[in-house]
């Protein structure tokens, strides 16, 4: 089990931006995918961007233009970038370590505890 530490999120004004940030310090993440999910109040978790080991990206559809997932090996963290934030961005925002270089379908790694972003309007 990877455990995992988000921080970065916070209360900022609708338009702003954060850069949410998920590391781990017992285990090596930069041969996992990671990703970012979110759980809005009374909603499922949503998948918000991965990245594989090699730094390939990935955005659902909904999520393209808003998010921007990176990682620094060296610093063993990976980022969620993101702008222009609206009040139906407010959600608690997870990082998920994958146990394999890329994202395989079905396989649910292991998540952090959350960070809790919220919009104002």
């Known amino acids: 089990q990877v455990q995992l530490v988000e921080s970065g999120g916070g209360l900022v004004q609708a338009g702003g931006s954060l850069r949410l940030s998920c590391t781990s310090s017992g285990s090596i993440l930069s041969d996992r995918a990671m990703a970012w999910y979110r759980q809005a109040p009374g909603k499922q978790r949503e998948l918000v961007a991965t990245i594989t080991s090699g730094g390939l990206t990935y955005y659902p559809t909904s999520m393209r233009g808003q998010f921007t997932i990176s990682r620094d090996n060296a610093m063993n963290t990976v980022y969620l970038q993101i702008h222009s934030l609206k009040p139906e961005d407010t959600a608690v925002y997870y990082c998920?370590?994958?146990?394999?270089?890329?994202?395989?379908?079905?396989?649910?790694?292991?998540w952090g505890q959350g960070t809790q972003v919220t919009v104002s309007s």
């Open positions: 998920n370590a994958s146990p394999f270089p890329t994202i395989v379908r079905g396989v649910v790694g292991s």
